[in-house]
């Protein structure tokens, strides 16, 4: 039997005996996974496809041991680390190459205590995991704009979405969280427990350990949202912006951005630069598509926002992230950093 060869953060090629791969997969729920093995290529492959990292192994995990293993055997051999929840960070510090991929990405559940009015969340659930099982009560809690996005990777880093106005960031509904510490430790880390690893959890990113479970507060929110896009020319978009989100309703989430339009989709010729700014409001319940005199109500009497020239749509709170996924596809291979403005609207 040849042994494996992985990388360290010291030397790039290292040799660990095929003895403790063997020992390391019967102690597993998951599944450890080679190059060329099932499960690899679905590990390592992420939502920027520009990314394309080979992991020595990979350690596909399904519960607190089976990381709890991982970080032991990485700790024992020295090995190089990337943890993935959702796959979604751009930069692809989800994988690394040569090193061990602790993949998260099949613990996904979602558990709602209602008479709490707390969700638990496994740290391979996306928004949409998230969403969809507490919406299905009315609830929510603060995430980002895009369905595909995983729930641990933006809560590590603060995370911020359309319902953060009213009920703060993703970290401020945070109540605790279990996490694997690089000693092969579970331990809880709360205001009380841990205090000091809270705090970093709360924004730090994600090298402070491996979360397994996340505790969050939750809100009701919808189920039915009014939700689109108000498109402004750069010059006063900006400023209209900044009076709105100064002006509206709480309940009013935006998120703004610049684009460049070139094929005259919106208006004719071409580039322009424009301000798009997308909306969910998230309180009531409209019916039909927006216009824009029903969207006064919605923002104030701020005239700026009532030249709408794109549309609203009335539905779930569920899919109101779902309506980015077509636009920010999973494994898309000419997303660059700081371009998706363009791959909005070009071709
Ligand atoms: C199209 C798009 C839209 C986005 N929209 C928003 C938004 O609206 N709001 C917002 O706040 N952010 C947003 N982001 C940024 C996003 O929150 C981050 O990229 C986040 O890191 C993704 O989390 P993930 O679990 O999918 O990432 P991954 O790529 O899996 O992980 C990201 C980082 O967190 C670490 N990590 C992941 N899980 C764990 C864990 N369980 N324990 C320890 N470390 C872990 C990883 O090692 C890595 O360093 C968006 C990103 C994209 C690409």
């Not at 080979?54 to 399904?62: H, I, K, Q, S, T």
């Not at 094929?263 to 424009?274: K, S």
């Amino acid at each position: 039997m040849t042994n494996l060869t992985v990388r360290t953060p010291e030397v790039p090629t290292k040799s660990i005996p095929q003895d403790a791969v063997a020992a390391l997969r019967g102690k597993l729920r998951g599944v450890v996974a080679l190059p060329g093995e099932d499960g690899y290529d679905a590990a390592r492959t992420i939502w920027n496809a520009m990314v394309d990292r080979r992991p020595g192994l990979v350690v596909r995990c399904l519960g607190a041991a089976d990381v709890i293993h991982a970080v032991k055997l990485a700790r024992d051999e020295k090995l190089l680390v990337a943890v993935r929840g959702g796959g979604h960070n751009i930069a692809g510090h989800a994988v690394c190459d040569g090193g061990l991929l602790i993949d998260l990405s099949l613990m996904r559940s979602v558990r709602v205590d209602l008479a709490f009015g707390t969700a638990r969340v496994e740290p391979g659930a996306t928004l949409a995991d998230f969403d969809k099982e507490a919406q299905a009560f009315g609830l929510a809690t603060p995430l980002g704009i895009n369905s595909t996005t995983g729930v641990a990777g933006l809560t590590l880093g603060g995370g911020f979405g359309w319902t953060t106005r009213k009920f703060g960031l993703t970290v401020d509904n945070l109540i605790s969280a279990d996490v694997v510490t690089a000693d092969g430790k579970l331990v809880r880390a709360s205001e009380k427990e841990n205090p000091d690893l809270f705090w970093a959890l709360r924004g730090g990113g994600g090298n402070f350990g491996v979360v397994t479970s996340f505790e969050f507060k939750l809100h009701r929110l919808g189920p039915e949202v009014l939700s689109g896009l108000i498109v402004h020319p750069l010059d006063n978009g900006l400023i209209g912006w900044g009076r709105l989100a100064m002006r509206a309703a709480r309940e009013l989430g935006i998120a703004d951005r610049i684009m460049v339009l070139r094929d005259g989709t919106i208006r004719g010729g071409g580039p322009f630069f424009y301000t798009v700014g997308s909306f969910t409001c998230f309180e009531g319940k409209w019916k039909g598509e927006m216009t824009s005199q029903e969207h006064t109500p919605i923002v104030g009497t701020h005239p700026w926002a009532r030249k709408v020239i794109s549309i609203g749509f009335s539905g779930t709170y569920s899919d109101d992230g779902g309506e980015l996924e077509a636009i920010a596809l999973v494994g898309k291979r000419s997303f660059r950093f700081k371009s998706i403005y363009r791959l909005l609207v070009a071709d």
